[in-house]
């Protein structure tokens, strides 16, 4: 519990220290939101008044262009040279234009500084005087003319604007996309003397005209301005983009349609705009302007996220003396139970070093000590274990020699009495060499040693069942001479194979011991191709393995295993290659059985 409490303090001291300041930042905030509301409210009343004049300084281009329209309408120098028949006279043409321009437009202009009017169209025989490029085709300005309609009955008073688009007048673009896109307008001009409208005026206002307009008005709040007729068609922007498009963007459509007199904000792709909308009742014309919701309020946001990272830094140092004092009086008693947390999970030399006050330095001296004396206690308990391993492996070895010795006496008794055969002598000195290499060595023997333990063994079966026993050793690469296995493992699985696997079967038995070093592991497989197991008998042989009791003697056979072999090889296996899978047994009945022994691989 104690340690429980140091570790709570440190958080409680930072809670504490946040419960101080985030008040201060909840005031700051709402402070500074009601004066971000404030501005909001002045840039929406500031916003309507820039549309106005933006529309206004818009308006004032169309109607520089009525007035040169009127003043034009009725000038007879300039109707007598429209007049004139000019079939097969194109040179004379081109100086009457020259002329037009010089002495009739370029003079008004200067004093006025009017548009100048761009093209006109006698409708009565069809012809053109192009006084933006004289040396534009003729044939392709009237298909756009015919394009736009400019001809139309219905249009027989009031001038007409047409879309942003390019300037087909001229023959050679300036590339320059504000001076290249142009708003055309029309306007039929009516005379008295022909009781008609024989002219038409065109006018190609560059939309850098009228973007030069309210460019200043528009940087001057960081805005977007876009300016459509009354279909809602583009005839300038702040944005180059929307311009060289010749069109109002998609995602601008419905906003631009929605706006009007009154500020309102909306989302324009990821930003947030106040949108403002005037229109014009000259002609009609809207004007939308977009103020970034960031610039209005820039200032005052800058201020506060100033203010706001100060508030941190005091935070942040507060955190740091705080840090720092519980460090000096608290972190020997954390460091101490970070060591038992250590312990805990298994370390014993998570030793702490001792610090801060004499009481504490005491305290962990005792743990350390406390620590030394377990990990002694520890090792002696190990050491224990370890005796009793050997005294039992010791135990487990001493029963597997008379087990083998006296069913090999049996062998040679039964030779004996049969007949005396001068072969019983290799017999017994094969029996003398088995009965050597079983008792010599310690617990591990060369594999090599274990290999010709078992050859010696063979050679005493192959006495008595001569060719029908056949002994096979594969080491597959393996040199037995590098490794070491525990001694007494191959000879009781051998023996097995005598003694279960030759009943009832019309051939030679083959046993096959096969050698195979793997990574971590060596491995043994002894196989025969006797009359195997049952499904029964197996579950039988496989509990004898683990329990290490006898089957059940039959009473019309004679018992011919102990049946403690394989028993003792598999609890061999436990105790020092750690494994309870060491040793497995499959069988099938008819097609032999085979021995899998696995061993920690360990060279000599």
Known sequence: MKNKSVGSLKRRMFVAMCLAFVPMLIIITLLFGQTMEGEQRNAAEALRYTASQISSAVEQTAVNVYNVSDAYSNDKRLIDLLEKDYTDKPLTKTGNINYIMGALFESYNR????????????????????????????????QNFERLKVDEKQKTSGFYWYPLQNNFLKSTPTNNPRQDAVVFGSRRVYSPTKSGYPYIHIFAVEEDTLYQRYKLLAESISAEVYVVDAEGNLLSASELSAVEARALPAALQPIAAAANSTPTVQ??????????????????????????????????????????????LCLGMCGLVILYIYRRFMEPMAQLERSIAEVDRGDLQAYVDPQGTTEMVQMMQRYNAMLGSIQRNLQEKI????????????????????????????????????????????????????YRLSISGGIFVPLQQELDHVRAY?????????DEVVCHVDCDGCDPTRFSVLKLILQPVVENCFLYAMEGIDH??????????EAERLCIQVEDNGCGLTETQLQAVRRQIQEGTAPPADPNKRRRSTGI??????????????????????SQPGKGTRVELSLPKKEI
């Open 458 to 466: 063979m050679n005493i079966q192959q006495s008595r069942y001569g």
């Open 267 to 312: 989302r324009y792709g990821v930003e947030r705009y106040l949108v403002c909308g005037a229109q014009s009742d000259i002609t009609g014309w809207r004007t939308i302007v977009l103020m970034p919701m960031r610039t209005i309020t820039q200032a005052t946001r800058t201020l506060y996220l100033k203010i706001v990272w100060v508030v941190l």
């Open 508 to 517: 030679p038995l083959q046993i096959n011991i096969r050698v195979r070093a």
């Open 565 to 586: 072999g394989l028993h003792n090889i598999s609890a061999r296996l436990a105790l020092y290659a750690e494994t309870q899978q060491g040793l497995q047994i499959y």
């Open 383 to 434: 050491q224990m274990e370890t005796t009793k391993k050997n005294l039992e492996m010791q135990v487990l070895t001493s029963q597997i020699n008379p087990h083998f010795l006296y069913n090999t006496l049996e062998t040679i008794v039964w030779r004996a009495n049969d007949a005396g055969r001068p072969d019983i002598g290799k017999i017994a000195a094969s029996l003398g060499k088995l």
């Open 111 to 142: 004093l006025q500084k009017q548009e100048q009017i761009d093209a006109l169209y006698v409708t009565t025989h069809k012809e053109l005087f192009n006084f933006a490029d004289p040396s534009q085709d003729e044939a392709t300005v009237l």
